[in-house]
């Protein structure tokens, strides 16, 4: 049975936590607060620690990052009042396994509680797909790049190879590799298929 432990300031938060994982995993312990939480997932060992990330003394994000030198091997997944893109992104840098919002379904807690347990990521669908787009909308545009840069990551969203695009635009592969490295450090993307969606995105093709 999956170890959870629980990390809320409002005790019955924690009693409505409690109650829907009743019997489906096993609660080894409670904190309400980050001081707390420190001192007693280390020796509760759980597979899973539920976090807030509203907590009295520090925030969920910063418990976080505490945790993940302290007991590495305990995955978290956020419980928050939060449901904004930023506050997920920020969580699972942190070392956070998973973001739920309070407003989820009943259901969709212990789905959670399961995938962040079984080593797998957990952010709802929609969640999602706001994290996804604010990203992008953050992403420089096209007016960041040279007029080489441009034309290279053109090539690239199209399907050119290297030589093909070498021979397109009269330069050596070597150097049509610098334009896409340089274009790639840029727009803060690494694939190719990074930069494919990055042109899709943008009209270029």
Same mark, same amino acid.
């Given at each position: 049975?999956? %170890?959870?432990? +629980?990390?809320? =300031? ?26 707390? /939480? +420190?001192?007693?997932?280390?020796? $509760?060992?759980?597979? @899973?620690?539920?976090? =807030?990330?509203?907590?009295? =003394?520090? =925030?969920?994000?910063?418990? /976080?990052? &505490?945790?993940?030198?302290? *007991? ?9 009042? !939060?449901?904004?893109?930023? !506050?997920?992104?920020?969580? +699972?840098?942190?070392?956070? /396994? ?5 407003? &989820? $379904? ?10 962040? $347990?079984? #080593?797998?990521? !957990? @952010? ?8 996804? %787009? ?6 420089? #545009? ?10 290279? @990551? %053109? *090539?690239?969203?199209? #399907? *050119? ?6 021979? %397109? ?18 727009? #803060? +993307? ?8 990055? /042109? ?6």
């Amino acid at each position: 049975m999956i %170890r959870v432990f +629980l990390v809320d =300031d409002h005790p019955v938060v924690r009693a409505g936590i409690r109650f829907l994982l009743q019997g489906k995993v096993e609660v080894v312990g409670e904190a309400e607060t980050g001081k707390e /939480a +420190l001192e007693r997932i280390p020796k $509760a060992n759980p597979d @899973v620690a539920v976090l =807030d990330i509203a907590l009295p =003394d520090m =925030d969920g994000i910063r418990l /976080a990052e &505490a945790l993940k030198e302290a *007991c590495p091997g305990v995955r978290l997944l956020a419980l928050s009042m !939060y449901a904004e893109p930023e !506050y997920a992104e920020r969580f +699972l840098q942190a070392g956070g /396994a998973g973001y739920l919002p309070k407003d &989820a $379904a009943e259901e969709e807690l212990l789905d959670a509680v399961k995938a962040v $347990a079984r #080593g797998e990521f !957990y @952010v709802p669908q929609g969640l999602l797909y706001r994290m996804i %787009r604010s990203q992008t909308e953050r992403r420089p #545009g096209p007016e960041v790049l040279t007029e080489r840069e441009l034309a290279v @990551v %053109r *090539c690239l969203a199209q #399907g *050119c190879s290297y030589k093909e695009i070498g021979e %397109r635009m009269g330069i050596s592969e070597k150097t049509v590799a610098t334009y896409r490295e340089r274009a790639a450090e840029k727009l #803060g +993307l690494r694939s190719r298929a990074e930069l494919v969606r990055w /042109a899709l995105e943008h009209g270029l093709v």
